[in-house]
Every structure is written in structure tokens, then in C-alpha cells.
């Protein structure tokens, strides 16, 4: 009777050895993330030109003045355009 009821008690055993569930992994999942990096930016300096008004005489007449204020005007903007143009070649 003892063997009976071990032989009872280790097929049980054995048997919910063979009805446990199988747990599978999950399936990767790769997602991207995309991420700004840093990158040293390097454009060549550019130079400050010498503006006509800096160097004008302080006793020129009104007339003189207006004409190198003017021609410093173009000047000016065409520093602005090429100090612009580095900036954004850097973004």
C-alpha cells in the first residue's frame, strides 16, 4: 500500500512537471531615436574691414561725410552679409 500511494504520489509529481505553461520571451522591439550631436563648427574668420568714415578727416565738409557715410553703408552691409553667412553655415 506504502509503494501504491508513492507511486501515486510521484506520477502526480512528474505530471505537473508536464502541464506547466510555457513562457515565451516577448519579441524584440527596436525603435530609433534620432539625437542631435554636437559638432565643432569651423569657418574662417572673417575680417573687419576698414570703414572710409573711421579714417575721414574731423574738419571734412557735410557733403564729403554723407558721400563716405554712404559708401561705408555698402561696405557694412556686405560685412553683415558675409558675418550672416558664417553663422549659418554653422546651423
Known sequence: ???TL???AVALMLSAC???????????VVTQVDK?????CKVEKVEKP???FDALAVGAD?????????ADREQR????TKLEAAVQ???
Open 18 to 28: 508536464q502541464t506547466a505553461p510555457h513562457t515565451y520571451a516577448p519579441a524584440p
Open 1 to 3: 500500500m506504502k509503494k
Open 77 to 80: 552691409w556686405g560685412y553683415e
Open 89 to 91: 553655415s554653422c546651423q
Open 50 to 52: 576698414a570703414f572710409a
Open 36 to 40: 542631435a550631436v554636437p559638432v565643432p
Open 6 to 8: 508513492a507511486a501515486i
Open 62 to 70: 557735410i557733403y564729403t561725410q554723407v558721400k563716405t557715410l554712404l
